[in-house]
């Protein structure tokens, strides 16, 4: 075992512990995938990240992302908390965006401004599955979640690495009253979504002050049944790119997420003029050291 440098980062987030914090080893090398494992679930955190030198042409870093019991080959949230944590430990990319190897391939990262903050955002990688659900899990997923099958108004495959099932509800305060039942939905990955506004309009703009224009949850199998992950980037990537191609969303917006746990995740979206899609948030580093490991 050896001291290594370490950050735990709020992402999506600009203020500290209102975000999904993420446990990050800026020097992964010589680990095992055994130790990468159990470092993760020892955490006690949704994911963590093992940052290693690059294998492929043009990244300026690798990494690889665990949640527990299981590797991901991409993730939203753990892309954006990495390069924060990277680019504040002195690195420098090549190019003009940053670029990070993962399971995936290549994932572009780009530095943005917000009013009092910076942001990083990614590219979003290209769905492996899309298209609407089978009907026999809409109505799974409507007894799952406890709600009558009418109230998804739509469904789709928002599959970018993690199998995420998207739905659609008619309100923010439909998804915000939700409580699911861990045994009906044991096995999925389920992403919900609603517009803020007014109740029943699905095609959400921003009247609200606080420039929100949908609630998203996330839920997923846990050690202990079902989990629900405060904000998630591939989910939030994978609906704008539903949302967005149907038409049900504006090119640009921004999702809340972690409202039912006490957090106050932002997801800034946008469609750039090629037709990219881009996944935004602050982040802030919480603890900043070292690991044994």
Request: with cysteine; net charge negative; hydrophobic share 40%.
């Amino acid at each position: 075992m050896q001291q290594r440098p370490f950050k735990q980062v709020d992402v999506f987030t600009a203020v500290p512990y209102r975000g999904n914090p993420l446990a990050v080893v800026l020097d992964g090398d010589g680990l095992t995938t055994e130790q990468m494992q159990h470092f993760t679930n020892w955490t006690n955190l949704s994911e963590a990240t093992f940052l290693l030198p690059p294998t492929q042409a043009g990244a300026d870093y690798r990494v690889r992302i665990f949640c527990p019991g299981r590797e991901l080959p991409f993730a939203g949230h753990p892309t954006l908390g990495s390069c924060h944590a990277w680019l504040e430990a002195g690195g420098k990319p090549r190019g003009e965006y940053v670029v990070q190897e993962c399971g995936i391939g290549l994932v572009k990262l780009k530095r943005e401004s917000g009013p009092g903050q910076e942001r990083l955002a990614f590219a979003a990688p290209p769905l492996r599955k899309s298209g609407p659900l089978a009907e026999a899990d809409v109505a799974l997923i409507a007894r799952g979640l406890g709600i009558a099958r009418a109230d998804i108004v739509d469904h789709a495959w928002c599959d970018n690495g993690p199998n995420w099932r998207g739905v659609l509800l008619k309100s923010a305060e439909q998804v915000l009253a939700l409580r699911p039942d861990a045994a009906t939905l044991a096995g999925l990955d389920v992403g919900v979504v609603g517009p803020r506004g007014k109740v029943g309009v699905v095609g959400a703009r921003d009247d609200h002050d606080d420039g929100i224009a949908f609630e998203v949850r996330a839920f997923f199998p846990g050690n202990n049944g079902m989990a629900e992950d405060p904000v998630t980037g591939s989910l939030n990537a994978a609906l704008a790119q539903w949302l967005i191609g149907a038409g049900i969303a504006p090119p640009q917006y921004v999702a809340s997420q972690g409202t039912a746990l006490g957090r106050a995740g932002r997801v800034h979206v946008q469609r750039d003029a090629a037709g990219e899609i881009w996944i935004g948030g602050a982040s802030v580093t919480c603890v900043d050291g070292s690991v044994r490991l």
